[in-house]
C-alpha cells in the first residue's frame, strides 16, 4: 500500500481507481461447509469504457507519472525500504491496468480473452 498522505500517491491511487470502479467483485454463493466464498465478477460497461478511453487518451503515462512521483516523495519522507515497498505495490497495480487494457483491447478485436 502506499501513503496516501503524500499528494502524488494520492493522485496514483485516484487515477488507479478507475480500474476499480469498472470491475467490481462479490461474494456469491458462500460454500458454508468449508469456509470458502466463490468472487463474482461484475463489470460495468459504460466504465469500461470511461476506463479504457482515459487510458489510451494518457491514463497510463498518468499513472507512470504520478507512480515515479509518489515513489520519489515516500524515499523523500521514509527512505529506501518503503520507497521500494511503494514502487513495488505502484508496479503490480499499472501491470494490472495494462493487462486490463490489453484483454479489453483483444476482445474488442478479435473476440478472444487472454484469460
Do not use: H
Amino acid at each position: 500500500m502506499i501513503d496516501l498522505s503524500i499528494k502524488s500517491c494520492a493522485e496514483f491511487s485516484a487515477a488507479e481507481s478507475l480500474l476499480d470502479d469498472a470491475v467490481l467483485y462479490t461474494t456469491r454463493n458462500p460454500v458454508i461447509a468449508d469456509q470458502r466464498a466463490v468472487l463474482a465478477r461484475v463489470v460495468t460497461p459504460n466504465k469500461i469504457q470511461k476506463f479504457m478511453s482515459w487510458y489510451a487518451s494518457g491514463g497510463q503515462r498518468e499513472l507512470v507519472i504520478a507512480g515515479g512521483m509518489c515513489r520519489a516523495e515516500v524515499l523523500s519522507k521514509s527512505g529506501e525500504t518503503e520507497a521500494l515497498r511503494a514502487g513495488l505495490f505502484i508496479a503490480e497495480q499499472r501491470a494490472r491496468n495494462a493487462e486490463f487494457f490489453a484483454n479489453n483491447l483483444l476482445k474488442q478485436y478479435t473476440g478472444k480473452s487472454l484469460y
